[in-house]
């Protein structure tokens, strides 16, 4: 309990002496950045990155995502990330411990397995927590 007492007293004491006055911000080096900078909007989505980082071939991303949701990290919702789907759906399978109780990620398996077997790659870039829905 004194530890835990400590650390608020800490954390309160850290906020109290932080301030901004000592920053500065230098408007001319932040636009030189912006200028020099090079954005490729055809290779950039932010809801494919992990796509693109396993491959751009949907069957083999299936494969990926089915591997990691049976080999134990459906729970958390990785699988769905590989999938392109938004981050927030892990936080959402952590906190219905597991995808409700392991029922959501145990479907998806199921899915992908029948996604593989017809030849579709119909759950990419699906934003929706239940993707089957």
Request: charged residues 10%.
């Amino acid at each position: 309990m004194k530890k835990i007492f400590a650390a608020i007293i800490a954390v309160f004491a850290f906020v109290a002496v932080a301030n901004a006055t000592n920053y500065s911000v230098d408007e001319a080096s932040i636009d030189a950045l912006f200028t020099e900078a090079v954005l490729d909007a055809s290779s950039f989505s932010a809801n494919t990155a992990m796509t693109t980082a396993v491959g751009s071939d949907p069957a083999i991303t299936n494969v990926v995502a089915l591997v990691v949701d049976w080999i134990g990290l459906g729970w958390i919702g990785i699988h769905r990330l590989i999938l392109g789907t938004k981050p927030i759906n892990c936080l959402w399978y952590f906190l219905t411990f597991g995808g409700i109780f392991g029922i959501i990620p145990l479907v998806d398996g199921v899915l992908l397995i029948i996604d593989l077997v017809q030849g579709s790659a119909s759950y990419l870039d699906n934003p929706a927590f239940i993707m089957w829905l």
